[in-house]
Nanobody, 125 residues
Framework: QVKFVESGGGRVQSGESLRLSCVAS????????IGWFRQAPGGAREGVSC????????YYADSVKGRFTLSKDNAKTTMYLQMNSLKAEDAADYYC??????????????????WGRGTQVTVSS
């Protein structure tokens, strides 16, 4: 059974850091593109970052480039999102995904409407 469990969110001040984690079950991360998405209150869900399993290419949304880093531990079937220099506009519910993610150097696409509960990030200025 495919399942995503996100954690690590919280309330921080602008400029601080958080590390999000996502445990994926039901498949092997090493054979799938992985990605993080976020949805701010009243907004649409947007792709934040991804890694292609086949060539290791990464994608970061312009708004997070240089501040966020995506990584994964295949043995633990866990992916991470290190978020530094957080800004108020980073506040959102964050979700991970894999299995139906397509990642290129310029975009992320998710072709399956299946999500975990997400983890909430609040940034106060």
């Amino acid at each position: 059974q495919v399942k995503f469990v996100e954690s690590g969110g919280g309330r921080v001040q602008s400029g601080e850091s958080l590390r999000l984690s996502c445990v994926a079950s039901g498949f092997f991360l090493e054979y799938h593109d992985i990605g993080w998405f976020r949805q701010a209150p009243g907004g649409a869900r947007e792709g934040v970052s991804c890694i292609s399993w086949s060539d290791g290419k990464t994608y970061y949304a312009d708004s997070v480039k240089g501040r966020f880093t995506l990584s994964k531990d295949n043995a633990k079937t866990t992916m991470y999102l290190q978020m530094n220099s957080l800004k108020a506009e980073d506040a959102a519910d964050y979700y991970c995904a894999s299995g139906a993610v397509t990642c290129t150097a310029t975009a992320i696409r998710y072709d399956y409407d299946f999500w975990g509960r997400g983890t909430q990030v609040t940034v106060s200025s």
